[in-house]
């Protein structure tokens, strides 16, 4: 902006034939209406890249939520099935159904002596 003030101030002062001079700030002020319209337009399909990107952001995120979700439910049906498994095996040995329990779920089991 003061560039272009300074363009303007000597453009006055060292100009000698000042009749062009309005010709000239014509087309330099629809030069700038230009620019200002490129840098509107391009700010403006980047504007529209974004929201659509963050779209396409929150969709994945909801997909990879609802895989999550359903692999924990499978997830935890296996180890409810492996546990009543382990249950029938050796319901009659506490010790060793401690160890395996212990095993399959990853809980420490403290045993009494």
């Given amino acids: 902006m003061l560039a272009s ?17 309005l010709k000239q700030l014509e087309e330099i002020r629809t030069a700038h209406e230009k620019e200002i319209k490129q840098i509107n337009a391009i700010r403006e399909a980047e504007r529209l890249k974004n929201e659509e990107d963050l779209f396409k952001l929150q969709k994945r995120l909801a997909e990879v939520q609802k895989q999550y979700d359903e692999a924990k439910i499978e997830l935890d049906k296996k180890k ?34």
């Avoid at 099935?81 to 990853?106: M, N």
């Fill in 5 to 21: 003030g300074a363009f303007v101030v000597g453009l006055l002062l060292l100009r000698k034939d000042r009749s062009g001079l």
């Fill in 80 to 113: 409810k099935k492996e546990i009543e498994d382990l249950i029938t095996q050796f319901g009659d040995d506490p010790v060793e159904l401690a160890e395996r329990l212990s095993a399959a779920t990853g809980f420490r089991v403290i045993l009494p002596e």
